[in-house]
């Protein structure tokens, strides 16, 4: 009991100073983490990195940031924001509604952090180079990354674990939650517009007319357009050549650092942001608690309860519950409890509970989608809040949460009405 109760007051104590902003996010969660193993919560303390810490997102985000430095050198972004900008023939909600598209159509098949990683310093290209806020167009992508992730088996993590879990393959995903996942995208970019609707609302036709965006073509850009082709196509293959994410990412960033800048390495080590890596470590031991001490197994038995004997009602419960707690919680140690729980409701009631497929997706639906409610709800909001915080926008954690809680509803209600009539 004083295990759970150290590690609940650690956990909220972090979650105010995170809030609150009075200390940097860093600070707060990496002293709570080492506070969890100081106090020994751990039940062996020199097992907490290997079994609780996700390397292969911690490599995968050092990787993928060496990657888009090097980028940044070739002026592909800023060319292919130019390009973008053309498309959109100088509307703002259009060209809205062209990024999120595409971000959320490549999270169906690409880590969200990689996709963000790409899409966000290109976004900002184009913000600089019109003059707009980019903030409206980042927190679009990020919505638009974790709905698209929700669509496939690949899209995000807690997919990966429900379909390894329940024997489900990519076809099965691709019919049941992919038709939801885009109703959700189209409505969410919709609500969005309407939010932003007067930082969408400078027209830009003149300033293309006029010939004031330039393509300007760096020596190095085609050399960046293939290094970013070879990237792609090998996180597409990752799960056929049964290659980490991490392995990719290390790999194209230092092979991008050689190709061109091999003598700035040093530099390039300077544009990682190592707060966010910290952060991610922190969080990591902080949820990895939440587990060890059986918090989340308690929560999720307590859904059990609510629900009684009916499964039409546990499956609201658990798109609800799961998305109100992937805000605040990592969501793939919360899967990957929960897989096991539901594995165990045909030894409770075989009666009730002969088909679990239904609960499956709710529970994909409202772990993936959850993520939207915060700034650190998935690993895309912390890096694309990052990217724009380092580029002088800061988002504070209410400013985003309002707006993130809207989206996490709208998804909710969608889900929920979905899975209702459709099993």
């Given at each position: 009991m004083y295990d759970i109760f150290v590690t609940v007051a650690i956990f909220f104590t972090v979650y105010v100073f995170i809030i609150s902003e009075k200390i940097h996010?860093?600070?707060?969660?990496?002293?709570?983490?080492?506070?969890?193993?100081?106090?020994?919560?751990?039940?062996?303390?020199?097992?907490?990195?290997?079994?609780?810490?996700?390397?292969?997102?911690?490599?995968?985000?050092?990787?993928?940031?060496?990657?888009?430095?090097?980028?940044?050198?070739?002026?592909?972004?800023?060319?292919?924001?130019?390009?973008?900008?053309?498309?959109?023939?100088?509307?703002?909600?259009?060209?809205?509604?062209?990024?999120?598209?595409?971000?959320?159509?490549?999270?169906?098949?690409?880590?969200?952090?990689?996709?963000?990683?790409?899409?966000?310093?290109?976004?900002?290209?184009?913000?600089?180079?019109?003059?707009?806020?980019?903030?409206?167009?980042?927190?679009?992508?990020?919505?638009?990354?974790?709905?698209?992730?929700?669509?496939?088996?690949?899209?995000?993590?807690?997919?990966?674990?429900?379909?390894?879990?329940?024997?489900?393959?990519?076809?099965?995903?691709?019919?049941?939650?992919?038709?939801?996942?885009?109703?959700?995208?189209?409505?969410?970019?919709?609500?969005?517009?309407?939010?932003?609707?007067?930082?969408?609302?400078?027209?830009?036709?003149?300033?293309?007319?006029?010939?004031?965006?330039?393509e300007e073509k760096n020596p190095k850009l085609l050399m960046g357009e293939v290094l970013l082709g070879i990237t792609i196509i090998l996180f597409l293959f990752q799960h056929k050549l049964n290659i980490s994410g991490s392995s990719i990412a290390l790999m194209m960033g230092f092979l991008s650092v050689l190709v061109i800048e091999k003598d700035q390495l040093e530099e390039f080590l300077r544009e990682i942001d190592w707060e966010t890596i910290f952060f991610f470590i922190a969080l990591f031991i902080i949820t990895g608690a939440l587990e060890e001490t059986g918090v989340l197994e308690k929560m999720a038995y307590f859904m059990v309860d609510l629900a009684g004997d009916s499964i039409k009602k546990f499956e609201m419960i658990l798109i609800s519950f799961s998305a109100s707690l992937s805000a605040f919680v990592d969501n793939i140690p919360y899967t990957a409890t929960m897989v096991h729980v539901i594995d165990h409701l045909k030894d409770i009631d075989p009666k009730t509970f002969h088909n679990l497929?239904?609960?499956?997706?709710?529970?994909?639906?409202?772990?993936?989608?959850?993520?939207?409610?915060?700034?650190?709800?998935?690993?895309?909001?912390?890096?694309?809040?990052?990217?724009?915080?380092?580029?002088?926008?800061k988002i504070k954690f209410w400013k985003f949460s309002i707006v993130g809680f809207s989206v996490v509803l709208i998804s909710v209600l969608i889900s929920s009405a979905y899975v209702f009539m459709r099993y």
């Open positions: 996010r860093t600070i707060a969660s990496m002293i709570g983490a080492a506070s969890l193993i100081f106090l020994q919560i751990f039940e062996n303390p020199h097992e907490v990195y290997i079994k609780y810490v996700d390397f292969d997102t911690v490599f995968l985000l050092i990787g993928m940031m060496l990657f888009v430095a090097a980028m940044k050198r070739t002026g592909f972004f800023q060319y292919i924001g130019v390009k973008g900008l053309k498309i959109s023939r100088g509307s703002p909600k259009l060209l809205f509604f062209i990024l999120t598209s595409i971000v959320a159509t490549v999270s169906a098949f690409i880590d969200n952090v990689t996709t963000v990683l790409i899409f966000v310093p290109m976004t900002l290209a184009v913000s600089d180079a019109i003059g707009m806020d980019p903030s409206p167009f980042v927190l679009g992508e990020i919505f638009a990354s974790n709905i698209g992730g929700t669509a496939t088996l690949i899209g995000d993590p807690p997919n990966i674990i429900i379909g390894t879990n329940a024997h489900l393959a990519f076809s099965d995903f691709l019919v049941n939650l992919a038709p939801v996942s885009f109703a959700i995208f189209l409505i969410v970019d919709l609500f969005l517009i309407l939010v932003y609707r007067k930082e969408l609302s400078i027209d830009l036709k003149t300033m293309i007319s006029e010939g004031m965006f330039n497929n239904p609960l499956w997706w709710s529970l994909a639906l409202g772990a993936c989608l959850g993520g939207n409610g915060t700034p650190i709800g998935a690993s895309a909001n912390v890096v694309a809040i990052q990217i724009l915080s380092q580029n002088g926008k």
